[in-house]
């Protein structure tokens, strides 16, 4: 059933251990949801706030809201890859992360990053990004920022599908 009784039509996320997703029936019945949502985003084991800062996936409210019933919008932003007639863009994402990126609270040096990004954002100056994002940037090896960005996270922009009545 499509959500009917949620107000708002920006996005969703469902948390799936991937253990339940080796079971066919549990696969099948995700598709089903993530087909039938009528949200924008539907993330999968992930935040849908990272559709958004990802910066290239489609991110907006799902297609058909009216100015009467505006809801989540009527439109789209970023959409590099400039596709038209989006439905709904779907992140899958492991249910973990490894490494652990820097601004998750549970990270070992959140506090410290947190104050810079605070501090940057106080007094703003071209000088003080270099030393954050470089020590972020040494703590990762390239094989595992290349592991996580483009393994780790399976972004598509899902099209209408012409509805077929049997």
């Not at 009527?74 to 863009?89: C, R």
């Not at 990004?129 to 290349?146: I, M, T």
């Amino acid at each position: 059933m499509p959500n009917n009784r949620l107000w708002g039509t920006l996005s969703a996320d469902i948390v799936v251990h991937p253990k339940s997703l080796k079971d066919p029936r549990v696969a099948e019945a995700l598709e089903r949801a993530i087909g039938r949502l009528r949200n924008g985003a539907v993330t999968v084991n992930s935040w849908s706030g990272f559709v958004l800062s990802f910066a290239s996936p489609p991110w907006g409210a799902y297609p058909g809201s009216t100015p009467a019933d505006i809801q989540s919008g009527n439109s789209w932003v970023h959409n590099t890859p400039m596709l038209e007639g989006i439905e709904k863009t779907v992140l899958r994402h492991p249910l973990t992360i490894k490494p652990r990126p820097a601004v998750f609270l549970s990270h070992r040096t959140a506090h410290m990053v947190m104050e810079r990004i605070t501090t940057l954002e106080e007094r703003a100056s071209w000088s003080k990004v270099p030393g954050g994002s470089s020590r972020q940037l040494a703590r990762l090896s390239p094989q595992s920022d290349f592991r996580y960005s483009t393994r780790s996270a399976f972004c598509s922009a899902v099209r209408p599908r012409p509805f077929f009545v049997s």
